[in-house]
């Protein structure tokens, strides 16, 4: 099923989360307060009093042009007509009471009419009105006031920002997806009709409850979506709210979990909360066993957050019932460490498994994608289907906007059968890389690659030809010789994994035979086929020691239920497994080497079209194994923007067209 929508539905987010506190920014503000109110309230060095004057003493100083300016205030505790009288001299002449000289002076007592006119003549003075206690009292604590009010401000912006307010930290981080924009539907989702046929008596249900409930039947609380990544859990669930028409909330695992103690549990309440005030709804929690896997499990124990607000979600999945209409659908890629009380009968009561789409659930897929793409006539999804077994469908919505995006840059104005071959080789097998490299490292390549789809082409029956052989480096590997089984693989049989053991070695008995000498090529091989040779003999039973699994605990020691692990053979047992898997390989290399040794001119005349043509097709190969030669012509690769004559574009596109039909990807490309 695609996990991409074909029209990108424009929904109304509410309750988006803000960004995170930055600790840095809140250290910034309290230095700068601090240094604020230290420059307010501290004063450097010794401060030198005013001297005391008398009144007349001021007139006199004023009169002989000695004051350079002054402040008549009034002083209401003297009583009528006193005042006070500061100000600063032209020059310091006079001594204080500590014997230093000072530039100020101060003086308090009566002031007649005649003293006051005395000094208004010199223009020295200005006069200031009384003042209250409360004026004064205003004119100090007003400073502090609009400091303390500045920092507040920025201090709640600081936390509406790092957790919506101290009031709001711990409510949901739900997004709600409203209905008034345009909706995904059942129509939008395809290759998984079994899980559409689970959901759609939950659909049933909130349109009309009560056509469950007269019968007394009880709907599930809670549906539990399993699979691998890339088929579609999200889109399936957004289509159930679609569908039935309610609101759709969605949140992450992941935003249940804080480092601050029992915000989890706070937002997962709310979000019920939530949930129940716009009941009818759907409340999908994405990657649920971020906050559900199992307690105390794991190397250390658990973590006492996680644990809490797990502890919360399993008390309100039992404190509500389905009759509210409040669905709960959870999505999850690991099923095997989630916490067995998350999962009884009453909470995820029910699990519904989107596995890999089939050959005609990826058709489906690909019809859905292709609505907005313009495919040229020659373009067959149903070819293209049966070409990617084991493709989800996030890879095959990615495999037709490669398409698309090599069709652009090849100024086509439709995409052609080539394009959609090379993007599913890209996104397959990796882009082309155009290395440099000798004629030696060519020759070497190009031996390794025959010897591969030389034993392919002896020892299939049919089952997965030879698609391509290429020495173009892809991805990691100089060349790759590519499989495409005719249809899905569901079981492995004994006789093909042996066959897969022989081809895999076939590319280092190749250069051995031919180089006189072995390279670092076969590594990805080797890895390769000790796996598939173990498997054989741990876990499938294809060896002489029996039907018994071997296998033990491989499970991490931070995600499994035990802390310990414990070996399940004895020394003696391990030594007889080793021993098996060395004798499966052993055999199937002297198998290889003798279907090599006999078909040495096919060898050679694949090696020679290698290295001339770069890139043959899996028939070439037959050809060569058949009739010592190549009868078809071969196809030429375009690349960027190189022109391209009419028939020479023919010519090409219709081998590359064909290709298609071979089937699906290769399990990996051979590095050589």
Known sequence: MPDLETKKPRRQLKNIPPERFQPKVLIFWVALAVAVVALLFWSPGITVSPASLTVYEVVQHAESQNIKKGMIQPDPSGGRDWAIITGELNSPSLVNERGMKTASFRAAGRLTDSNMERLQKTNKFDERQMTTVFTQLALSVLPVLIIIGFLYFLFSRQLRQAGRGALNFGKSRAKLLTRDREKITFGDVAGCDEAKEEVSEVVEFLKDPKKFTKMGGRIPKGILMVGPPGTGKTLLAKAVAGEADVPFFSISGSDFVEMFVGVGASRVRDMFEQGRKSAPCLIFIDEIDAVGRQRGAGLGGG??????????LLVEMDGFDT???????????????????????????????????????REQILR????????????????????????????????????ALLAARRNRKKIDAADVEDAREKVQ??????RLMDDEEKKLTAYHEAGHALIQGVLDDGHMPVHKVTIIPRGRSLGSTMFIPKKDVLTQAMKRMLNQIAMGLGGRIAEELVMGDISSGAAGDIIQITAIARHMVCDWGMSPLGPIAYGGNHDTVFLGRDITRTENVSEETA???????????????????????????ALDKIAEALLEHETIEGRHVLEILEFGEIRSPIAVAFFGKLTEKPEEKKAADKPAAEGLGAGG????????
């Not at 973590?303 to 919360?312: A, G, H, P």
């Not at 097998?429 to 155009?434: A, C, L, Q, V």
């Not at 021993?579 to 003798?594: F, H, L, W």
């Open 303 to 312: 973590n006492d957050e996680r644990e809490q607000t797990l502890n919360s």
């Open 323 to 361: 009759t509210e209409g409040v669905i709960i659908i959870a999505a999850t890629n690991r099923p095997d460490v989630l916490d067995s009380a998350l999962l009884r009968p009453g909470r995820f009561d029910r699990q519904i498994y989107v596995d890999l789409p089939d050959m005609i659930g």
């Open 368 to 403: 859905v994608h292709a609505r907005k793409l313009s495919l040229g006539d020659n373009v067959d999804l149903g070819v293209i289907a049966r070409g990617t077994p084991g493709l989800s469908g996030a890879e095959l919505a990615n495999l037709l906007n490669e398409a």
């Open 429 to 434: 097998f990796g882009r082309e890389r155009r």
């Open 575 to 601: 030594r007889r497994i080793d021993v098996e898997i060395q004798r499966i390989i052993s055999e199937q290399y002297e198998r290889a080497k003798i279907i090599i040794s006999e078909r040495r001119p």
């Open 665 to 672: 990807p290769a399990p990996a490309p051979t590095p050589a």
